[in-house]
């Protein structure tokens, strides 16, 4: 299991299929970014770039969060 997908929580709720397939778009796209993101991360010991990576990474977590609620709720 990747950085991105353990940060993403690949499972679901009981919810219909379209917004199980609309949820789990989110979180392959969220966790490809992380991933990429992590590659920066890993190619640099700057440490303002390094903050910078992780605070991109927590806030695309939190949006993947947010967007999945979304679909979820309704």
């Given amino acids: 299991m990747t950085i ?3 940060r993403m929580v690949m499972s679901y709720s009981p ?3 379209e ?3 609309n949820m789990l778009e989110v979180k392959k796209k ?3 970014l992380i991933n ?3 590659g920066y991360k890993n190619s640099t010991q700057d440490k ?6 992780s605070i991109a990474q927590k806030d695309i ?3 993947g969060m947010f967007a999945v609620k979304g ?3 309704g």
């Fill in 61 to 63: 977590e939190t949006g």
């Fill in 19 to 21: 917004q199980k397939a």
């Fill in 4 to 6: 991105g997908e353990k």
């Fill in 71 to 73: 679909i979820t709720n």
């Fill in 36 to 38: 990429i993101i992590e």
């Fill in 48 to 53: 303002d770039s390094l903050r910078w990576f």
């Fill in 30 to 32: 969220c966790s490809e």
């Fill in 15 to 17: 919810i219909n299929d």
